[in-house]
C-alpha cells in the first residue's frame, strides 16, 4: 500500500543553505573531476519501493554510466 505525501515548498533559509553547499562542492567536484552534481527534480530509485528526489545529488564518474540503473554516491534532502 503506497502511500503519497505532499512535500512542501522550500523556504528561503532552505535554499540559502543548498546554495552553500552547493558552491563548496560545485568548485571541489569540478577541480579534481570528480563526477557530476545534479539537482532537483531527479527521481532515485533506492529500491522496489523506495525513491526520493533529493536537493543536490553527487554521481561521480565511476558510477555515471548506471545512473538510470543505479544509486547514487550521495545525496541530500532536507526533512520533510
Known amino acids: 500500500n503506497m502511500q503519497l505525501r505532499e512535500r512542501r515548498r522550500a523556504v ?3 535554499q540559502d ?12 567536484i569540478f577541480d579534481n573531476k570528480l563526477g557530476k552534481l ?9 529500491d522496489d519501493k523506495n525513491v526520493v528526489q533529493p ?3 553527487f554521481l561521480s564518474n565511476e558510477r555515471r554510466r ?10 541530500f534532502r ?3
Open 12 to 14: 528561503f533559509e532552505h
Open 17 to 28: 543553505i543548498q546554495s552553500a553547499i552547493v558552491r563548496k562542492l560545485i568548485n571541489y
Open 38 to 46: 545534479l539537482f532537483a527534480p531527479v527521481d532515485v530509485l533506492l
Open 55 to 57: 536537493d543536490i545529488l
Open 66 to 75: 548506471h545512473f538510470r540503473i543505479g544509486k547514487p554516491d550521495n545525496y
Open 78 to 80: 532536507k526533512g520533510i
